[in-house]
């Protein structure tokens, strides 16, 4: 448990109230909303944006990227990296919702990444895959610039941004082919994610897996592997949209593997509240 040694209790923490705020957030179709009332509540002065870009040549391949507002203390350490891929079916979403997430974890000393990929029908798998190891070469080469430290980085995703991230992690082919190493990466919570839903029975998943030459090639638990980086999934024990067996059965073959991980069902919870 490594890397809990620099992200703590506190993203733990902060990881299962996230939960809850952006599964409802979906649940009520306003995610913009909702991130409009946590900048009421919160307000903008504990976060400064340092980037937003384009990583690639899509407009739906942007980022941000936001550090602690409060200028850090000479000779202070580099802050930790949290990106973190939003949810949405992989056919809607746009980062410039998810600022909450920024404001909760860089007051806590963390930068802050939030990337957006290319949606359906715009693309299909496995482009959001593709999308998130070429927003990660980003982060690689100039995140350090902005005040992050790239040896300390932990993927986050909710829903089909949890799979996205799942795979990065997992696949390690998709960040070779950007010349990045998977087994640098120092962590993964996964929020509600489906990690091992053949066969495809939701419009959601035909439309962005059903042309996939090898489907299960598509699945991140074919890829539990013994020297993945430590890895946290949370789900709802009443979610009926990604159901909790993705998370228990993702843990258990990584158990499998080699690899115990920390897979939480939390009571009451659903995918939408």
Do not use: C
């Given at each position: 448990m490594g890397w809990l040694g620099w992200t703590g209790i506190g993203v733990i923490v902060l990881a299962l109230s996230l939960v809850v705020g952006v599964s409802y957030a979906m649940a009520t179709n306003a995610v913009a909303l909702l991130d409009n009332a946590d900048a009421l509540f919160r307000g903008n002065s504990q976060i400064?944006?340092?980037?937003?870009?384009?990583?690639?040549?899509?407009?739906?391949?942007?980022?941000?990227?936001?550090?602690p507002a409060k200028p850090a203390k000479a000779g202070a350490a580099p802050y930790p990296i949290v990106v973190f891929i939003h949810g949405g079916g992989w056919d809607s979403g746009d980062p410039?919702?998810?600022?909450?997430?920024?404001?909760?974890?860089?007051?806590?000393?963390?930068?802050?990444?939030l990337p957006g990929y290319r949606l359906y029908p715009k693309a299909k798998f496995p482009g959001m895959v593709e999308?998130?190891?070429?927003?990660?070469?980003?982060?690689?080469?100039?995140a350090a610039a902005?005040?992050?430290?790239?040896?300390?980085?932990v993927l986050m995703g909710h829903s089909a941004g949890a799979y996205n991230a799942a795979m990065l992690v997992l696949d390690k082919h998709w960040l070779a082919h950007e010349g990045l190493d998977a087994n640098t990466l120092r962590g993964f919570i996964g929020l509600a994610?489906?990690?091992?839903?053949?066969?495809?029975?939701?419009?959601?998943t035909r439309n962005s897996f059903g042309d996939a030459a090898d489907l299960p090639a598509t699945q991140p638990i074919h890829f539990a592997r013994a020297y993945a980086p430590p890895m946290l999934l949370?789900?709802?024990?009443?979610?009926?949209?990604?159901?909790?067996?993705?998370?228990?059965?993702?843990?258990?073959?990584m158990s499998d593997a080699g690899r115990p991980m920390l897979a939480d069902v939390l009571p009451g919870l659903s995918h939408t509240r």
């Open positions: 400064k944006l340092v980037a937003a870009t384009q990583y690639g040549a899509d407009p739906q391949q942007k980022l941000e990227m936001f550090v410039h919702d998810y600022r909450f997430i920024a404001r909760a974890l860089v007051p806590q000393g963390y930068a802050v990444v999308d998130g190891a070429s927003a990660l070469r980003w982060v690689h080469d100039h902005l005040g992050g430290d790239t040896s300390r980085v994610g489906p990690y091992d839903f053949l066969p495809l029975d939701t419009d959601a949370l789900t709802g024990d009443a979610d009926k949209t990604v159901f909790p067996r993705n998370s228990v059965a993702l843990a258990r073959a």
